[in-house]
Every structure is written in structure tokens, then in C-alpha cells.
């Protein structure tokens, strides 16, 4: 498979929990990036990295959310102390120039 | 508000019709691109076109861009059931990463 790899597929936690997720994006893509997407809204940009470094993060990106790309290969986002209005599809996506490559997403329900 | 919004935000038409998009922004681009959704999946990059073109075809799709109306439409012909999806349009900002739409919402009936 020579997509976007995001796991798990789906998590659900309970309130205050920390949660994990994976992305491993396309080899020779440089670029990731991560997004958080609600129901019936289009994708927030959170973060992006360029390799190992994280060049942008937005404002959506609170402090009990962090992200590494270490060696610039798969990222990991975690967030910390989850509240139910973290509950999101959180999608990867890779480039190299123009156009992403999205992952299938991580689906996190927060009860 | 968003930098491109989609219109209409929900559209039904019945197989064989064709199907237009539009997305509006607000600041200069570098380039446009559309993405389809279909439900609980990641998103597919249709096809992108650059502040300097006019118009791009691919397959059934074609887009139009308009850099003086800050505008861009979307038209997929002959539409078959499995165009139905979610589609959202997403700009390039200079300097800034991709802002996408709301999206419009497409159900194409058999």
C-alpha cells in the first residue's frame, strides 16, 4: 500500500483520557500535515510539518494537543486530557509538490 | 469566515445530469484545487488549477477558475452514483496552507 496510513481507524475514549494517533504518510512525500474535521465541515488545518520540522501550528492547536514527526517519517498527534468537543475525524495528508494525499482518518469519539 | 465557501451546500440531481459546483474565496491564490469526500473517508484530490489557468479538464470534470471574481466552478458531466459524495474546494494561499470550504454536498439519484 502506497497511500496514507492513519491508525486506528476509529478510537473512542473516555473524558480526560490521553489518545494517540499515527500517520505514516507516502515515503517520499516531505511534507504532512494534519487536519480536524467535523460533521458536514469541510477540513481545520491543525499543524504542518516540512521532514522533522513543524513549521506552522494553528491556533486550533491548543496546548493539550501535540504533534512530532521524528526523523521526518510517521507523525503522531496526541492529545491530552480529551474533552467531548475534541470528538473530530482527524485526517493526515502528505505532499511532495502540489495536491495532498489524504488518509482514511481516525475517527475520535470523546464520552 | 472561511476562505472558500462551496455553493450550493446541497445538490440532487438524478444519473446522467450534470452537476456544478462553485467555490467563492477571498484573497489572492496561488492555485485551487478540488477534493471529493465520500462518507467517513479521507478526502480524494480531484484535480488543482493554477491562478494563471482558466480552465482545466480531467475525465468528466471540469473546472473554471476566475481570478477577478475570485471564483471557481466545478462541473461533472454525466453523473453516475458514485459521484455522490462531498465536495470541497480548497485554495492556496501565498505563504498560508490549503483553507477548505464547507463543501457542497452531492446525491446522485438512480
Known amino acids: 500500500d502506497t497511500g496514507v496510513s492513519q491508525d486506528p481507524r476509529h478510537k473512542i475514549t473516555k473524558r480526560g483520557q490521553n489518545v494517540t494517533f499515527r500517520c505514516d504518510p507516502i515515503s517520499e512525500h516531505n511534507r504532512l500535515y494534519w487536519y480536524r474535521q467535523t460533521l458536514g465541515q469541510g477540513p481545520e488545518f491543525l499543524t504542518y510539518f516540512q521532514n522533522e520540522a513543524q513549521l506552522e501550528k494553528s491556533r486550533l492547536l491548543s496546548d493539550r494537543f501535540s504533534a512530532e514527526r521524528p526523523k521526518g517519517s510517521f507523525s503522531t498527534l496526541e492529545i491530552q486530557r480529551t474533552e467531548q468537543g475534541d470528538s473530530a475525524m482527524y485526517l493526515c495528508?502528505?505532499?511532495?509538490?502540489?495536491?495532498?494525499?489524504f488518509g482514511s482518518g481516525t475517527r475520535l469519539t470523546v464520552v | 469566515s472561511q476562505q472558500g465557501e462551496e455553493d450550493p451546500q446541497a445538490l440532487s440531481i438524478q444519473e446522467g445530469e450534470n452537476a456544478t459546483m462553485n467555490c467563492s474565496y477571498k484573497t489572492s491564490i496561488n492555485n485551487l484545487q478540488w477534493y471529493r469526500q465520500n462518507s467517513g473517508r479521507g478526502l480524494v484530490h480531484l484535480i488543482l488549477i493554477r491562478s494563471n489557468e482558466r480552465e482545466k479538464h480531467s475525465g468528466r470534470l471540469r473546472v473554471t477558475l476566475d481570478t477577478s471574481k475570485k471564483s471557481s466552478s466545478l462541473l461533472i458531466t454525466a453523473s453516475r452514483a458514485a459521484d455522490t459524495a462531498s465536495y470541497f474546494c480548497?485554495?492556496?494561499?501565498?505563504?498560508?496552507?490549503?483553507?477548505f470550504g464547507p463543501g457542497t454536498r452531492l446525491s446522485v439519484l438512480p
Open positions: 480548497a485554495t492556496d494561499v501565498y505563504g498560508q496552507n490549503f483553507v
Open positions: 495528508a502528505s505532499s511532495r509538490d502540489y495536491g495532498y494525499t
